[in-house]
Every structure is written in C-alpha cells, then in structure tokens.
C-alpha cells in the first residue's frame, strides 16, 4: 500500500519515507502544497500525512480542497504546533487525525494502520447502498426480492464503491486495487455492465461519472433529504 507524504523539510520528508518503507509501505513525498494536491488528487494511495505548514499551500486548505472534491482519502496532519485552535482548524478541514511533532515513530505507524483500516472496513450493516445489497459470500445484488449474481471483477468494482458510501472513489485507487494499476483498462465497461444490473433490479441508485477523477454512487432520496 503506498501512502502520500506532504512535507516540505527534505530531512523529516525522508525520515517519514524511511519509516513508512521500514513499515512494509510505499512511500511517495510532495515537498509543496500543490503538488501534493496534484498526487492526492491523483488517486491510489491508502492514506496521505500532511504537514500544515507548505509552500504554495497549507495542509489545512490542501485537505480542505480533497474533500471539497469529494475525496475520502484519510488524512493525517502534522504539526509543530500544538495549540488547540490548531487543532479544531484540522479537525476542520476534514482531516481523520491530527499529531504534533515531536512524535514517536511507533506512535506515527499505529495512527496510519488504524486510519487504513478503518476506510477499508465496510458499514457495520454490510454492504449496502440506498434500496441494494451486496452479499459478499455469494456476490448477489440484491434489491427487495430480486437478485442478480456479478462477476468477481462487477463485485470488487461494487464493493469499492459501497465501501465509500456517496463518496467518490478515485479512478486511481479502483485501478490499484482491481487492475494492478494497469493503463489499459476496460473499467468504464465493468461499470456499465453495474449500471445495467441497477437498471435491472430496479434500483433508484445510479453510478456517476466525474470525467478524470473516479466513480460515486449516488442515491436521488438522499441527495434530496440533505439539499445537495
Ligand atoms: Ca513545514
């Protein structure tokens, strides 16, 4: 699993990319703001950590910008201070956890595997998204009474995308995950044949495309009940 760092002091940049890689991780790094947007935004990493202080643009905006676009990566932010009104300002912008530097390594390692971990569980009700339901032992998609079977590759695709709720799944992470990164995909297709199995079952949700950028599901009833 590769990880995002935003860091733009070149000495802790590589401390982080050494111990995230002493981990098991990979590490990419962005010594500015706008770079590491253009990576984030990018798709593909399981976590990002972000220092609030950067050139070009701080990591309170850079976050604040991810999830402005829709994008659920998790977020770790880092800073040297530690005031509270830091703090809320990270808690904020939407970042999942907040540390202060100094910090133990160890510490550092146990908050990113929590973070992964917990984007990568589904809801506790199962899979499950406006009136369908994905049984992830015989892969059936379900609406009421009637069921369709996916293929393996339509399940990882439904999976992903449950596993975000109405959020957008990066087209980046879906390539990492089912297509081992590859360039030459037939993903639009997977996603048309789940279009036409929603259409089947006659479910109210739908697959939205954001040209460049990835794949969310979207649900008419709530979209209506929270104004979007
Ligand atoms: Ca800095």
């Known amino acids: 699993m590769k990880v995002l760092l935003v860091e733009d002091e070149p000495r802790l940049a590589e401390a982080l990319a050494q111990l995230l890689r002493d981990g098991g991780w990979q ?4 010594a500015d703001g706008p770079s590491g947007l253009e990576l984030a935004r990018s798709g593909g990493y399981a976590a990002a950590v972000l ?10 905006r850079l976050c604040r910008t991810l999830r402005e ?7 770790l932010m880092l800073t040297a ?3 509270l009104a830091d703090k809320v300002a990270g808690l904020d912008c ?3 956890d907040y540390m202060t530097k100094p910090f133990a390594p160890e ?3 146990a908050r990113l595997r929590a973070l992964v971990r917990r984007q990568g569980e589904p809801p506790a009700q199962g899979l499950a998204f ?3 339901r994905l049984d992830p032992t015989t892969h059936a998609l379900s609406r009421g009474e009637k069921s369709v079977q996916l293929s393996p590759k339509e399940f990882g695709l439904l999976r992903l995308l449950m596993a975000k709720g109405g959020a957008v799944c990066p087209k980046g992470a879906i390539l990492e995950q089912l297509w081992n990164g590859a360039e030459d995909n037939n993903v639009e297709a997977y996603i ?14 739908s697959i939205a495309t954001l040209r460049k950028v990835g794949y969310r599901l979207e649900d008419p009833e709530e979209g209506a009940a929270s104004g979007k």
Do not use: H
């Open 27 to 30: 590490a990419d790094t962005a």
């Open 69 to 75: 676009e829709g994008n659920s990566l998790p977020i």
């Open 51 to 60: 220092d609030v202080m950067l050139p070009g643009l701080d990591g309170f």
């Open 81 to 83: 201070r530690s005031d």
């Open 130 to 132: 406006a009136d369908l």
């Open 192 to 205: 048309s044949f789940l279009r036409k199995k929603f259409f089947y079952l006659g479910s109210r949700a």
């Open 94 to 96: 939407g970042a999942d």
């Open 107 to 109: 510490e550092l390692m």
